[in-house]
């Protein structure tokens, strides 16, 4: 995966086009919710798919790092709105992504910034 199709898969779940997105997934994805994890690209989609019915959830990607070990590491910035368009809240995070044949097998929300 390349920095432009991680810039791309955060555009997709921004549009919330569910399937430019899970086609970055790997049918094994391990994906953090809370203090558990989902495992398997369907329990993601349904994930997002419940999501979007409670939040309108806005990433920008502020930069990406490919790290010496194949991962990649994005800073981004996340604004939440409320279905009725009102703010939510507003933050910053790392995650780092863990990749195998090009589509993204793990996340991990690594800190706050």
């Not at 995966?1 to 049918?27: C, H």
């Not at 010496?68 to 994005?74: A, E, F, I, L, T």
């Not at 995070?93 to 991990?108: H, P």
Request: charged share 30%.
């Amino acid at each position: 995966m390349t920095d432009k199709e991680i810039v791309d898969a955060y555009d997709a779940y921004n549009t919330r086009d569910i399937d430019r997105l899970l086609g970055y997934l790997s049918e094994d994805i391990n994906w953090p919710d809370g203090d558990k994890r989902l495992h398997g690209r369907e329990a993601v989609k349904n994930y997002w798919l419940n999501q979007w019915t409670q939040t309108q959830t806005h990433d920008t990607p502020t930069d990406v790092t490919v790290l010496p070990d194949g991962r990649v590491n994005v800073r981004l910035d996340q604004v939440i709105h409320r279905i009725d368009g009102s703010e939510l809240s507003r933050s910053s995070f790392e995650y780092l992504f863990e990749l195998r044949d090009g589509l993204i097998v793990r996340m991990d929300i690594t800190k706050e910034l």
